[in-house]
């Protein structure tokens, strides 16, 4: 059975290459989150006006299993264009805690857009450097990931010219995710080498005992590679 040949960035894709794109996607997400946060405080410092406002609603919440709680503040304040503006801001414990629904509060706004407003402005920059840090360690985390798994799929890619061809045995299977939808093939060579394909829906593996094709490196710096992941020769 000839298997249509596979290109390294389908194989780089396979193997879950895209997981790091991702990580340079959260990561720039992440650092532009920071820079706006922070400019926004800045913003509050060199433009931003004080109003008193009311607290018109506490709540709180925890996230799973009960970590990660978080407090709001709703609150109104006066602008000269609305006198019943609303904002709603993520607070520190102590902060919450300082406040009552109905008591005054110092409410923080930019008259150029009062529709950014906070009641405790330092809040929203805090941990800045944490995150930024965070954030430049998942976009090289993600490009030198990328980058690596990039040239390790070149590399098994290139086995199907150049990699010594084995005859294996399907020896199992091994299942992955929560559905059990999908898996792997376990195979083992002549020589008692072993390995496992690229997962698969399990409807698509060979059963037990069949025969395939494996491509080995002949340098054994590179795990083999069957020949249904990468393409027949």
Not at 39 to 51: I, L, N, P
Not at 95 to 112: K, N
Not at 147 to 158: D, F, G, K, L, P
Request: include cysteine; aromatic fraction near 10%; charged fraction near 20%.
């Amino acid at each position: 059975m000839a298997f249509a040949k596979r290109s390294a960035m389908g194989y780089f894709m396979l193997r879950q290459g895209w997981v790091f794109a991702l990580l340079v996607a959260v990561g720039l997400g992440l650092g532009a989150y920071e820079i706006s946060a922070h400019q926004t405080v800045s913003r509050f410092a060199s433009e931003g006006v004080d109003a008193v406002g009311q607290v018109t609603q506490k709540s709180d919440y925890s996230g799973r299993k009960g970590s990660n709680r978080t407090y709001r503040l709703s609150y109104s304040f006066p602008t000269p264009a609305d006198p019943y503006t609303h904002g709603l801001q993520s607070v520190s414990e102590a902060f919450y805690d300082a406040q009552s629904e109905g008591a005054d509060i110092v409410v923080r706004y930019l008259p150029s857009d009062p529709a950014i407003s906070a009641v405790e402005p330092d809040k929203i920059a805090k941990g800045f450097w944490l995150g930024m840090a965070a954030s430049i360690g998942l976009v090289l985390g993600g490009i030198g990931g990328g980058a690596y798994a990039m040239s390790r799929a070149r590399a098994c890619v290139t086995l199907r010219e150049t990699g010594e061809v084995r005859s294996a045995t399907v020896t199992g299977h091994q299942t992955e995710g929560k559905k059990k939808a999908k898996g792997h093939m376990l195979w083992s060579d002549a020589s008692g080498t072993v390995g496992r394909t690229l997962t698969a829906p399990l409807s698509d593996l060979l059963p037990i005992g069949a025969s395939i094709t494996i491509f080995a490196d002949p340098e054994r710096r590179l795990k083999g590679v069957w020949e249904g992941d990468i393409g027949s020769r």
